[in-house]
């Protein structure tokens, strides 16, 4: 147009588009990555507990890299009710006591917006703050390896509550809650194949999370070993927001295999469940430890999940005194009727993990944290008893398989390795 | 591959194709309108999502029957995201008329991320099933038997663009807006009120934009506050793939992103390369033709 002084033509505007895209994306990660104050049990911050026995002359820190904003903030929510409950009940009861003197536990809480970048910064941050003996998360397996390299170069003891991810404890430094996706695959294909007695099972998975992947590829792995076929295998890019995979679906119930793994974030089943039944599929689903959240039974209207079975840390049908204990706290320190999920539980465990290795070295520098840690060699948490006596930081503890019934998660059977 | 599984896949193509179609045409009326790429487009589609959550959650314990409350509950959602594209529109839009046009569409970012985070706050972060808009039903078609929601998306969503081209091409207002689309300086000394218009296009984007929700909701259900996001992506791609501000380009370009996503997964090896076709498909298409499929080169400078 004639008369105006910014002349733009066609292609400009789209290269401008796009790196405007681009800058919503930097913004967007940025801008979740909000430093939270030290938070937590520090005297008179929460919990009437943590204040009656906040006597403590010292204090010691942990850093608590979570996954509070972003595209599944439940996970950053859970992680921190998991945290504050451990921290505030270690306080309430007097403490870690180092070389006879009591110190209270307190945490400095950093958001990584479930996004990889800050995940490291956050990580990064915590090795260079000298208060902070050891850190604590992140939960999602991604987030994770974005601070692998950072905690092993800079020697401080990383507890990852829930991320499964195989190769992340190959880092000296880096410890885990939970069994890792390698157990968690090889459970869900053994199970399928003598228990379920499946002969078939198709896959469909996020490619872009090593979480669902590695769970995939495990499956798929032992599941031929043992005999049977995988049908499909097939994936797609969460990255990109993905909710029609009618494509993929369409595929697998022409192949009606018996078994529709879908180890993906419980947000995404329904979609997936939904669509898989629509194109016609009428076997079995299963599911990996992401699944456990109760949302997805509210959101099942329409019973597409009965029957469905997927592998959890704990259930209350066979937990222990300590864990029927620490779910009826949950019900009245939060005031909800809903059971802690998986994420709370290990977050729970991972704040006493860290509590067992500072008792155990006597010391809480970060490296006698690290001695600590390997020395447990029986830790009896809430979502089960860990050994860490495969000499790396993945203990060796018991899955659960669940079964979606009535409504419900119910127990089902206890894998132990 | 049996004709069963080439209709179910047909319609599964005309189903996400019709959602991109409209997601792309509510995006693209403001640029061709206002020649401002509108990026807070993706929060108002989430608003329009959370209106459609709450009102019809609220409609359902009440009324029993669906087809009523979604006339209602997209009337609803109609209203109240034209008031905020309104609002929009004269807070960080109108003030910078004469800014260069890299700062008004910083803008529009900055205001879309504000909605964005106002629904977090609002909302919570909580993900959210819509409620079934659409009966759940399903109905024989040559044998095979298909939900009557994935039917309903492709009626309604055509339904939508054969009354906005009415409007276009038959009203006084779809006059003038081509008009002004054409060249807003000529249109003004012809005595439309430009302004006026523009506005226009705005509340046209976002009634658009509400009926794609709704469509959206229906066909998968789960959302959480950052919905507008993945779509905002979709839409942008496939208003630029038929060539931004050209309507029948938009719907275009919103077909061939659908075919991409269902043509793709069958054909290659790894379902998840779809991606990686849908954007070279969008880089081929703007090398040879840089005004994208339907865009025409006078329309083009601003």
């Known amino acids: ?417 | 591959m049996n004709i069963n599984i080439i209709i179910q896949q047909v319609i599964n193509f005309l189903q996400l194709g019709s959602i991109y179609a409209l997601c792309a045409l509510s995006f693209t009326m403001v640029y061709g309108v206002a020649r401002l790429v509108n990026f807070a487009h993706g929060s108002i589609f989430g608003v329009s999502m959370y209106v459609l959550f709450f009102a019809s959650t609220f409609l359902f314990e009440r009324i029993k029957s669906p087809w009523f409350v979604y006339v209602i509950v997209l009337i609803i959602a109609s209203v109240v995201t034209s008031l905020i594209a309104l609002l929009l529109e004269s807070a960080a839009y109108k003030p910078l008329k004469n800014a260069p046009k890299i700062a008004v569409v910083v803008s529009s970012v900055g205001a879309g991320m504000a909605i964005q985070y106002l629904i977090l706050n609002l909302a919570g972060s909580k993900a959210l099933r819509m409620p079934a808009l659409i009966p759940n039903l399903r109905i024989e078609l040559a044998g095979i038997p298909v939900p009557l929601y994935k039917i309903m998306v492709i009626v309604i969503a055509i339904l939508t663009m054969v009354i906005l081209n009415v409007i276009i091409k038959g009203t006084r207002l779809g006059v003038a807006m081509r008009a002004v689309s054409q060249d807003r300086i000529a249109a003004g000394f012809m005595g439309i009120d430009t302004g006026r218009v523009v506005s226009a296009s705005f509340v046209f984007g976002a009634v658009i934009a509400s009926v794609a929700a709704s469509l959206y909701g229906t066909a998968y259900s789960i959302f959480a506050y950052d919905v507008g996001e993945g779509i905002i992506w979709w839409s942008f791609i496939a208003a630029v793939l038929g060539g931004i501000g050209s309507i029948s380009g938009a719907v275009l370009g919103g077909y061939i992103i659908g075919a991409i996503s269902i043509i793709a997964p069958i054909l290659l090896p790894v379902s998840s390369y779809k991606d990686i076709v849908a954007f070279a498909v969008l880089i081929i298409v703007l090398l040879v033709k840089p005004t994208g499929l339907m865009g025409k080169k006078d329309i083009e400078k601003i």
């Not at chain 1, 595929?251 to 997936?272: G, R, S, T, V």
């Open chain 1, 1 to 417: 147009m004639k008369g105006r002084v910014f002349q733009f033509n066609m292609r400009n505007m789209i290269f401008t588009g796009l790196s405007i895209l681009i800058l919503i994306a930097l913004v967007a990660c940025g801008g979740a990555a909000a430093v939270t104050e030290p938070t937590g049990a520090e005297p008179g911050a929460e919990g009437e507990a943590a204040q009656a026995a906040g006597e403590f002359e010292e204090y010691i820190y942990f850093g608590l890299n979570h996954e509070l904003t972003g595209a599944f903030p439940i996970i950053g929510e859970s992680s921190k009710q998991g945290v504050d409950m451990a921290v505030n009940e270690i306080n309430a009861n007097g403490g870690i006591v180092v070389d006879g003197k009591a110190y209270g536990l307190a945490y400095k809480a950093l958001d990584n917006g479930f996004n990889t970048d800050q995940s490291a910064v956050n990580a990064q941050e915590f090795a260079d703050d000298e208060q902070i003996v050891a850190m604590i998360g992140p939960n999602d397996s991604d987030m994770c390896m974005a601070t692998q390299a950072i905690v092993t170069e800079e020697e401080m003891v990383a507890i990852t509550p829930w991320s499964t991810l195989v190769v992340l404890t190959d880092s000296p430094w880096y410890f885990r809650a939970c069994f890792d996706d390698s157990f968690q695959g090889e459970i869900l294909a053994k199970y399928a194949y003598e228990y379920e007695d499946a002969k078939t099972a198709a896959i469909l998975y996020d490619m872009s999370n090593p979480y669902n992947e590695g769970i995939a590829s495990r499956f798929n792995e032992v599941y031929t070993q043992l005999g049977g076929t995988v049908v499909e295998y097939l994936s797609y890019n969460g990255k990109t927001g993905e909710t029609d995979f009618t494509s993929q679906m369409t595929k697998i119930a022409a192949a009606q295999p018996d078994i529709l793994l879908l180890p993906n974030f419980y947000e995404e089943i329904i979609a997936q469940t939904t669509q898989a039944r629509d194109m016609g599929y009428t076997g079995k689903f299963m599911g990996s430890d992401t699944w456990g959240d109760s949302s997805l039974l509210e959101w099942d209207t329409e019973n597409l999940l009965e029957g469905a079975l997927w592998v959890g840390h704990y259930h209350k049908d066979v937990a222990s005194d300590a864990a029927l204990e620490f779910i009826a706290n949950y019900h009245e320190i939060y005031g909800t009727e809903k059971d802690p999920n998986d994420i709370v539980a290990l977050n729970y465990d991972a704040v006493y993990l860290l509590k067992t290795a500072i008792e155990n070295a006597g010391s809480f520098e970060r490296s006698a944290i690290r001695d600590g840690m390997l020395a447990i060699d029986q830790f009896v948490g809430v979502t089960g008893t860990m050994t860490f006596n495969k000499g790396n930081g993945t203990p060796t503890k018991s899955a659960v398989i669940n079964q979606i019934s009535d409504g419900q998660f119910k127990y089902l059977d206890t894998i132990v390795p």
